[in-house]
């Protein structure tokens, strides 16, 4: 008795299918980069008394926030550590406009003790329409601020101060190529 395997192409077009897309996945994971840049108009201004070396990291977060805040900050702490030669100034971006002086105060005071960090506030709508822009959760309800959900970028601006680096995470192999970008497109 001769029994006939029928060729299944259907599901080898899904094992092809999954291959193509994991394959492309691992592609952008090693060769594409996570960050992307925006011009910005109102910067050279806003951080007009920041050394002109530094480096400014802008991580916007909600005040009491239990979850993502503490780990981005902590991220922002290392990123500090493992470049030391490098000039940065740490911005928390207060994403509620309700929120008191007092009470950013005391949520920055535990960080403050190991990284130097300044509370900023948007200082024009046209700004926090830029910080949203870029990708900041900047609730407008109280429902909202409440759910303690929001994203986790990070903004990247050069001393020069002509543009905002958006970043998923603080990653080594982004802020190298940010810097040679920087180094070669002066």
Known sequence: MEVQ???NWKRWV???AALVVFGFSFYLQIFGSSYRKVSCDFCK???QSELN???IIIYPGLVGCGKKCPLALEALRQFRNRFPKTEFSFYFL???PKETEEA???YLAYYQKSLQITALRSSSEAEKRFYRRLG???PEHEILKQRDEHGTQFFLIPP???FVYTLPQLKEKDWVKIQNEILTHP
Do not use: M
């Open 5 to 7: 395997t029928k060729f």
């Open 14 to 16: 899904w094992v092809f």
């Open 45 to 47: 201004i806003r951080f």
């Open 53 to 55: 070396s530094n480096w």
């Open 94 to 96: 207060v994403t509620d």
């Open 104 to 106: 950013i105060g005391e």
């Open 136 to 138: 900041a959760y900047l």
């Open 160 to 162: 020069k101060r002509e």
